[in-house]
C-alpha cells in the first residue's frame, strides 16, 4: 500500500515570542485531546512536563516585558525549552503522518494535531477559524476557506467547554458567518468546523480546529 510521506506536518514558528507561545498551547491542546490524541499517544506524565515548561517559558516572557532586570537570557533558555518539545512532537505527528495510508488520511492527521501542511504566513488564511468579533461584544466571527466557485455548500460550526464533547451551533450557506455566543466572559471555548458539500461532491467533510486551539470569551 502506497505511504503518504510527501504530507508534511508543520508547525509555524512566529518570531514574537508570545505568539510562538500561544501557538504552542494551541497546538498542545489539539494533540493531547480527541480527535489529535487518537493519532499520537503522549504519555500523561510527558504531557505535564512539557506544560510546565511552557508556564516557565510564559512566565520568563512576562518578566522580561515587565523589564525585569536580567531576564532576557532566562527566557531565551525557558523558549528554547519549549522549542525542543515543540519539535518532538511535530515529529511524532510526522511518523503518524508517513504510516497514514493515504493523502486524505495524512492531511486529517496533520490538521487534527493542530499543525499544516504548508508553512503559514500573514497572506496564507487558514481553512477556519474563528475570531472575537472586534465592534460587537458577545459575538465571534466565524471564517471558512469557501468551496470552489460552484459548489454548493454549507458550513457547520460546532464547540465545547472541555475540547471533547462539541454540539452544533450553527450551519450556514455562508462562508462567513456570526454567531452570537451567549457565554460569560472568561469562559474558555474550543471550536471545530467542517464544510458539508452535495453527496456528489464528497458530503461533510472532516472537522477542523481553530489555528488558537481555544478561546476565552472577552
Not at 451551533?169 to 471555548?189: E, F, I, N, Q, W
Not at 477542523?208 to 476565552?216: D, E, K
Amino acid at each position: 500500500m502506497k505511504k503518504a510521506a510527501h504530507i508534511n506536518a508543520i508547525f509555524s514558528y512566529d518570531d514574537n515570542v508570545d505568539i510562538f507561545l500561544d501557538d504552542a498551547l494551541a497546538f498542545y491542546t489539539a494533540l493531547f485531546n480527541p480527535p489529535g490524541n487518537t493519532h499520537v499517544t503522549i504519555p500523561i506524565a510527558t504531557q505535564s512536563a512539557v506544560q510546565g515548561r511552557l508556564t516557565t517559558a510564559t512566565s520568563s516572557q512576562s518578566a522580561v516585558a515587565t523589564r525585569t532586570r536580567g531576564m532576557a537570557a532566562t527566557r531565551n533558555i525557558d523558549v528554547q525549552a519549549v522549542i525542543t518539545d515543540v519539535q518532538n512532537f511535530v515529529a511524532q505527528v510526522q511518523t503518524a503522518v508517513n504510516n497514514a495510508p493515504n493523502a486524505l488520511t495524512a492531511i486529517k492527521i496533520v490538521l487534527d494535531c493542530g499543525l499544516f501542511t504548508r508553512k503559514i504566513t500573514s497572506k496564507t488564511k487558514p481553512p477556519y477559524n474563528v475570531e472575537a468579533d472586534k465592534t460587537t461584544a458577545g459575538e465571534f466571527d466565524i471564517i471558512f476557506k469557501a468551496a470552489a466557485r460552484g459548489v454548493h455548500a454549507c458550513y457547520e460550526t460546532q464547540e465545547s467547554t472541555d475540547g471533547i464533547n462539541f454540539v452544533t451551533v450553527k450551519t450556514s450557506p455562508d462562508s462567513r458567518y456570526v454567531y452570537v455566543h451567549g457565554k460569560p466572559a472568561g469562559t474558555k471555548l474550543w471550536f471545530r468546523g467542517r464544510v458539508i458539500l452535495s453527496d456528489k461532491k464528497g458530503g461533510a467533510q472532516a472537522w477542523m480546529s481553530t489555528t488558537a486551539g481555544y478561546i476565552f470569551v472577552p
